[in-house]
C-alpha cells in the first residue's frame, strides 16, 4: 500500500491530477500507484483520503497549474 501522504497513487496526487487535466471532483485513489491494481472510490474512503483529495484538487486550482491542451 502506497504509505506516502503525497506520492503517486495517493488521494492528493490525484486530486491534484483531475485539477490539472480539467477533469470534475471524483475523489478516489490507487494505493499502489495509478493504474495499478485496484482503484478506492469514495465509497471507499476514510474522511482524511476524501480531504486529501479536495486538498490536493484545490492546491492545484488555487496554483493554476493546468495542463495545456495547445488550442489557443
Known amino acids: 500500500?502506497?504509505?506516502?501522504?503525497?506520492g503517486h497513487g495517493s488521494p492528493y496526487d490525484r486530486g491534484s491530477a483531475d485539477s490539472y487535466y480539467g477533469r470534475p471532483l471524483s475523489p478516489h485513489w490507487w494505493p499502489n500507484g495509478t493504474s495499478i491494481d485496484n482503484r478506492i472510490e469514495?465509497?471507499?474512503?476514510t474522511l482524511p483520503q476524501v480531504k486529501e483529495y479536495y486538498l490536493g484538487y484545490y492546491d492545484n486550482e488555487s496554483a493554476g497549474n493546468f495542463k495545456d491542451w495547445g488550442d489557443e
Do not use: G, H, T
Open 1 to 6: 500500500m502506497n504509505s506516502d501522504k503525497r
Open 42 to 45: 469514495q465509497s471507499q474512503m
